[in-house]
Nanobody, 122 residues
Framework: VQLQACGGGLVQAGDSLSLSCAAS????????MAWFRQAPGKERELVAHISYNEVTIYYGDFVKGRFTISRDNDKNTVYLQMNRLNADDTAVYYC????????????????WGQGTLVTVSS
């Protein structure tokens, strides 16, 4: 699966941003999808995970109801709607695809997009 993330940019604190991740070469049907982020000097962390059938959704603790992950299998795309952004959300955001396992660590996902930069000014 080839993943292409887009939608990042520079926004102000309190603004919203919508990321999308389009898959190619293979359908995302059957794959769990996730968004991770990595800030400078920090480890990559899970932002959100959605199972292949959308039954199971996880969010990082820092999300606190601000973000929503969704997927459209017909469009082979996964989305991340981010609201009430703050400076701590500044990072490169990556989409990932993997088997439907309970491993939510980065090594639990086999395919990665190139990342899209989100910068939130305070």
């Amino acid at each position: 699966v080839q993943l292409q993330a887009c939608g990042g940019g520079l926004v102000q604190a309190g603004d919203s941003l919508s990321l999308s991740c389009a898959a190619s070469e293979r359908s995302i049907v059957g794959y769990a999808m996730a968004w991770f982020r990595q800030a400078p000097g920090k480890e990559r962390e899970l932002v959100a995970h959605i199972s292949y059938n959308e039954v199971t959704i996880y969010y990082g603790d820092f999300v606190k109801g601000r973000f929503t992950i969704s997927r459209d299998n017909d469009k082979n795309t996964v989305y991340l709607q981010m609201n009430r952004l703050n400076a701590d959300d500044t990072a490169v955001y990556y989409c990932a695809a993997g088997p439907n396992s309970r491993n939510l660590n980065p090594d639990g996902y086999h395919y990665w997009g190139q990342g899209t930069l989100v910068t939130v000014s305070s």
